[in-house]
């Protein structure tokens, strides 16, 4: 009889930035990290496709409460693209539709980028998640239906060229959310009069992170769960950008069970009816600990998110002074 072992799952709090290698899904990158930290909980703050590599946000325990923000967050890439060449899937993994000699200078390309700078109208890729009557447009593109794909707008902040060799256009793109490089690369390579499609792709930068910060899988895989939980950021590493408003030790308590804290003269101009971020020692004496996010509004702080008692760092009893601890003090004394 074979003995199988369980993963022990515990509580683990924290981001790890990592440099996902291609060939893998997000989840497959995520639940390989997630078995070495026997992390209970885990989540990722935008999904790169498994043609890509890159930063990859990594979320544990509480910091997967703060997720949606890094998924809703402005990105930057490196994509190369492949002129001359359409795909049925814009991208390297599709079968060939076309191909056109390539006779593009750097003018043109020059002339043809702002087009795609700004908020513009982008149709996805038929091969793409989004749904459809509740199935997803490859599933339709697999079984040769034919299916027409909204155009949707996007917000594409700056295209700058990195270079041009052997038909090869590698471009850094920052962006909003929702935009398909694939699509871009497809436009392009239309706008060009030679069509292209995307040949590799990687992220370099997140919602103020940059793959500079990440770590490889392979380190993952070779530290010790206790080394490896040591290079986890803090959860509140995802709230940076967000107000922070601190509480003395009986607001803490009163926050943390769903209460509304009467806030001094209104607040500061930051507090008025925006989101914060919210500390507070979890005891009298005890140093301030990230309590959850709240908003501030008619001089009234309200809970919005709130970390659970798993997710907040374990309270020390109160030291205890014996009668003997006392002589033995004075004696030495």
Not at 4 to 24: C, I, Q, Y
Not at 183 to 208: E, K, P, V, Y
Request: charged share 20%.
């Amino acid at each position: 009889m074979m003995n199988s072992t369980k993963t022990p799952w515990e509580a683990v709090n924290g981001v790890l930035l990592l440099d996902k290698p291609r060939g893998l899904t997000s989840q497959q990158a995520l639940a390989a990290v997630r078995r070495r930290l026997r992390a209970a909980k885990a989540g990722h703050g935008g999904t790169l496709d498994p043609l890509a590599d890159g930063l990859l946000i990594l979320c544990f325990g509480a910091a997967t409460k703060f997720a949606q923000r890094h998924l809703d967050a402005d990105k930057r890439y490196t994509a190369v693209l492949q002129l001359g060449v359409r795909t049925s899937t814009d991208d390297a993994e599709g079968e060939v539709l076309s191909r056109q000699a390539v006779d593009v200078s750097p003018a043109q390309i020059a002339a043809v980028l702002p087009r795609f700078v700004g908020t513009v109208m982008q149709t996805p890729p038929v091969y793409s998640a989004l749904k459809r009557d509740g199935k997803p447009l490859y599933a339709y593109a697999r079984a040769g239906q034919p299916i027409d794909v909204a155009a949707r707008m996007v917000q594409i902040h700056a295209i700058d060229v990195v270079g041009l060799q052997d038909g090869r256009l590698t471009l850094d793109v920052f962006c909003g959310k929702g935009t398909y490089i694939r699509a871009l690369a497809r436009d392009i390579g239309d706008a060009l009069g030679c069509g292209a499609h995307l040949a590799a792709l990687t992220r370099t930068a997140s919602a103020g992170f940059t793959l500079q910060q990440a770590i490889s899988l392979e380190t993952v895989q070779s530290l010790e769960c206790d080394a490896l939980r040591q290079r986890l950021l803090p959860p509140d590493a995802l709230l940076q950008t967000v107000p922070r408003w601190d509480l003395d030790a009986a607001q803490a308590q009163r926050f943390l069970h769903g209460g509304r804290i009467p806030v001094a003269n209104g607040g500061s101009a930051a507090c008025l009816g925006g989101e914060l971020r919210v500390y507070g020692p979890l005891a009298a004496g005890h140093t301030a600990q990230l309590l959850g996010l709240g908003v501030c509004d008619a001089g009234v702080l309200a809970p919005r998110r709130l970390l659970s008692a798993d997710e907040l760092p374990a309270v020390p009893p109160p030291a205890a002074h014996s009668r003997i601890d006392s002589f033995h003090q004075d004696a030495t004394s």
